[in-house]
């Protein structure tokens, strides 16, 4: 449905900019051909006429004059020297459609935001407005932003959870692709977090609110792609370079046209000619369809100037804790001893972690549960910071956790290899033996080494792993990757980093998801935060946020900055090509002022279809 609405979209932009080419074209040509338009510039006089350009073309040409005073030239800087051509030989007629095609111009671009932006509204109309809130153990409907943080809010089958928050009791099924972009819904029970605008399917729950209003996942995206269309041209500036130098080759070609042909008309032509409006166009156009394409595939680019930036990336940091890997604890081996089995030992350590709120006891209880394990109650229970917990589980004393906690634990040659590879031993012990040892680690997500060799098909040439984390773990981790670390890193270790390569001259996207991460993903040329659910500070920082924790898209986020690239300097040769054809016939005496100045429509519709391309999936990593 998103691809159909792309294509409406983009089917509107062109026949809008297709109606107006045609009319103004139709109106010139033939008005030209009948003379109507001697009629029109004999009646109106010249200086109402002069008047007309001024007004008209206010805004653009106090554009143009900041960004001289700036000694800046801008693609409007070229089309402003043609209307003071025509201005300058009589031809107000020429200079007002010069101007109107500026106009257009500008009328496209704030078409395309605005359809941006009304698809940001039309979602946060989808958004609810009430929430049934519980108080003195009645609920009552009051509109989401009078609820309170703490608050427990109902959610019944079908409805939209109005807040972020814990799920405290109920479960359901929940459809969370207006927030991640996650196409299959998930289960979520006590224990998880919903977000505020997606769907409850299959279920009711009850939630206690942690978030309202634009504090909100749902809020802060929002805001993201409000700030992205904010910074929408901020690659601009690769026009405004190509205008640096086309400008002087103009001035030149119009200067040799006046000294050769001595015909002020001929060169006005030339310089009416070479102003079209297509430059204005080249790069919003392909920036909005870019940032509008990636915002449904769960990417969120902050400013055109990181795209800019992305497709020429080649060194790319990544964090440890939560990129790389899930960021909690998973039982990866269990080694049972003393004639136990593997089942015993996880009974016996699930039993005694029960109660207990470690990460690692978690990670127990999961591995429990998937293998079917049923714990049994506890008795006595007692957790020992730094050591481990410890309890009475039907009449035997079990304890579970470090080395030291367990006197006599055997130095076995299994284990000592899994802590080798930075994993976690928890020892586990029944009246005072030691019955099994469970490994846990940071599992690394499965789809992390395809996307390493994606990235490095795009271009990326050095990858690194740059992580708080200690030797071993680090050490196993990239060598499972097969990519250089760091480890033992401050906040301020991964800044010196980032700058280090900087300052030989690469440019450096940093991937990160922590609040240890903000540093360097400001620092970065681009700063990427894995999953906008995450760190607050991580999501500010960064200039692209992935609205699901998918390295899929990492890759994907360099795949689309490169087409990008290659349609704005597509749309800007496309430009050059057609204005040289036009400066010739121009410079011979063939285009008249007018004509040259209706002709700037036609390369519009080139550079409008050659951008919708972007409104297209790249059909994965692989389609760049």
Not at 174 to 197: C, K, L, N, R, W
Not at 212 to 234: K, M, N, S, Y
Not at 352 to 372: D, I, K, Q, T
Request: hydrophobic share 50%.
């Amino acid at each position: 449905m998103a691809d159909a609405r792309s294509e409406r979209f983009t089917r509107q932009v062109l026949a809008l900019l297709g109606v107006v080419s045609g009319v103004v074209l139709f109106v010139v040509v033939v008005g030209e051909q009948l003379g109507l338009l001697e009629r029109l510039t004999a009646w109106v006089p010249r200086p109402i006429g002069v008047a007309i350009v001024l007004i008209a073309g206010y805004p653009v040409f106090r554009k143009v004059l900041r960004a001289a005073l700036r000694r800046r030239i801008i693609a409007h800087t070229l089309m402003t020297l043609g209307v003071a051509s025509a201005l300058a030989i009589g031809q107000w007629a020429t200079a007002a459609v010069v101007v109107l095609f500026m106009r257009v111009g500008d009328s496209v671009e704030r078409f395309t935001t605005d359809r941006a932006r009304r698809a940001v509204r039309d979602l946060t109309a989808m958004a609810p407005r009430t929430a049934r809130v519980v108080r003195g153990g009645i609920e009552s409907e009051v509109p989401v932003g009078e609820v309170r943080v703490g608050e427990t809010v109902v959610v019944r089958p079908g409805e939209q959870i109005p807040v972020d928050g814990e799920v405290i009791d109920g479960q359901a099924t929940v459809d969370q692709a207006a927030i991640t972009g996650e196409s299959m819904p998930v289960e979520a029970g006590p224990g998880s977090v919903v977000f505020a605008a997606t769907l409850a399917r299959l279920g009711s729950l009850r939630v206690r609110a942690s978030r309202i209003g634009r504090d909100t996942t749902f809020g802060r995206v929002v805001r993201l792609v409000e700030q992205a269309e904010a910074h929408r041209a901020d690659v601009q500036r690769v026009v405004d370079r190509f205008s640096a130098y086309y400008l002087p080759v103009v001035a030149g070609i119009a200067a040799l046209t006046l000294l050769v042909r001595r015909d002020p008309l001929a060169t006005a032509a030339v310089l009416v000619v070479a102003c079209s409006c297509s430059l204005a166009l080249a790069t919003p156009v392909a920036l909005l369809a870019s940032i509008g394409a990636g915002a449904k595939r769960g990417v969120l680019i902050k400013g055109g100037r990181h795209l800019e930036a992305l497709a020429r990336a080649d060194v790319l940091l990544i964090d440890k804790t939560g990129t790389l890997t899930l960021g909690r604890p998973r039982v990866t081996d269990v080694i049972p001893l003393d004639g136990a089995s593997a089942r015993d030992v996880l009974r016996a350590a699930t039993s005694c972690e029960r109660y207990s709120e470690h990460p690692l006891a978690e990670a127990v209880r999961e591995a429990a549960r998937e293998r079917g394990i049923v714990p049994a109650e506890p008795e006595h229970f007692e957790a020992l910071p730094g050591l481990g917990v410890r309890a009475r589980v039907q009449g035997h004393a079990i304890a579970v956790g470090s080395r030291r906690m367990i006197p006599g634990a055997p130095s076995i040659a299994a284990a000592d290899a899994l802590a080798r590879q930075g994993k976690t031993l928890l020892f586990v012990a029944r009246d005072g033996s030691p019955i099994g040892i469970v490994a846990a680690a940071d599992a690394v997500r499965p789809e992390v080494p395809a996307a390493l060799d994606a990235a490095r098909a795009l271009g990326v040439r050095h990858i690194e792993l740059l992580t708080g984390d200690n030797e071993p773990t680090a050490a196993a981790l990239a060598a499972r990757l097969g990519i250089p670390y760091r480890a033992n890193l401050l906040p301020e270790d991964k800044i010196a980093a980032v700058r280090a390569y900087q300052g030989s001259g690469r440019t450096v996207v940093m991937v990160g998801d922590g609040v240890n991460d903000a540093p360097a993903l400001a620092q970065a040329d681009v700063g990427i935060a894995m999953g906008a659910a995450g760190s607050d500070v991580a999501i500010e920082a960064a200039h692209v946020a992935l609205m699901r924790d998918d390295w899929t898209l990492v890759p994907e986020v360099f795949a689309i900055a490169r087409r990008t690239m290659r349609v704005i300097r597509a749309n800007i040769a496309l430009t050059a090509l057609y204005n040289l054809l036009g400066l010739s016939l121009a410079a011979m005496g063939l285009l008249p002022p007018i004509f040259a100045a209706a002709a700037q429509s036609l390369p519009d519709l080139g550079i409008l279809g050659n951008s919708s391309r972007l409104l297209r999936p790249a059909g994965g990593i692989s389609g760049r």
